[in-house]
């Protein structure tokens, strides 16, 4: 079973509409991350979330585009919001420490996201 | 802030001859340091990772990478390529609980 259950791998969007992507985490972890990785390029953080508090964003990436929900502390889900083809990327969300991956960190597969 | 650039975008091998993945890294503190490799529309893999323990780190697939602090490096290698080896490899870079920094990737093509 996967450590991290990212969903969904992947999806088509029309622009201006919004998606929300969602990870389950098979255990508790303290730290969870979102990730954006455009075509041909690195991953870049967009924010770390930590539950009962606020998502804290990196330079570039604000709330009102990309918030972030954290209830608990296996669960985490990032919305793209009014999307535009400059959103197409793959999304990949972290945690840490992973009990499964000895206490280090661990990713999701990535929802592919293309927005058309 | 920590930081790490891969100097190498893209590197090519044949078959059988070692591969060499540089990667320098910046930290203010003791680092640790990892190393994922990305093949075509598949997920990140772990390949190995230092945490301040041995400098010499073994990872999966017979690759390693040996940590210097005197040369802020982190290198990886493999003595043989093997043509399932081309893929992206991202150096990565914490400190502490902080989120992991990655580089702008190493694109490895292995020719037959």
């Known amino acids: 079973s996967a450590v991290i259950s990212q969903k969904p791998s992947r999806d088509i969007c029309q622009r201006g509409t919004s998606l929300t992507i969602q990870c389950q985490v098979d255990?508790?972890?303290?730290?969870m991350f979102w990730y954006r990785q455009q075509p041909g390029q690195s991953l870049t953080l967009i924010a770390t979330?930590?539950?009962?508090?606020?998502?804290?964003?990196e330079s570039g990436f604000v709330i009102d585009k990309f918030p972030i929900s954290r209830p608990n502390l296996t669960f985490s889900t990032l919305t793209v919001s009014n999307m535009s083809p400059e959103d197409s990327s793959i999304y990949l969300c972290?945690?840490?420490?992973?009990?499964?991956?000895?206490?280090?960190?661990?990713f999701g597969s990535g929802t592919r996201l293309t927005v058309v | 802030a920590q930081s790490v650039t891969q100097l190498d975008s893209h590197v090519s091998v044949s078959e059988g001859t070692p591969v060499l993945l540089r990667c320098n890294y910046s930290?203010?503190?003791?680092?640790?340091l990892f190393w994922y490799v990305q093949h075509p529309n598949k997920g990140l893999q772990l390949l190995l990772k230092?945490?301040?323990?041995?400098?010499l780190v073994k990872g999966i697939n017979g690759f390693e990478a040996e940590f210097k602090k005197s040369e802020t490096s982190f290198h990886l290698t493999k003595p043989s390529a093997h043509m399932s080896d081309a893929a992206e490899y991202f150096c990565?870079?914490?400190?502490?609980?902080?989120?992991?920094?990655f580089g702008k990737g190493t694109r490895l093509s292995v020719i037959a």
């Open positions: 972290s945690a840490f420490p992973s009990r499964t991956e000895g206490y280090g960190y661990t």
């Open positions: 255990s508790q972890v303290t730290m």
């Open positions: 979330a930590n539950q009962g508090s606020e998502a804290t964003y």
């Open positions: 930290s203010s503190y003791s680092p640790s």
């Open positions: 230092y945490t301040s323990a041995a400098t």
């Open positions: 990565v870079v914490s400190e502490g609980n902080t989120p992991l920094v």
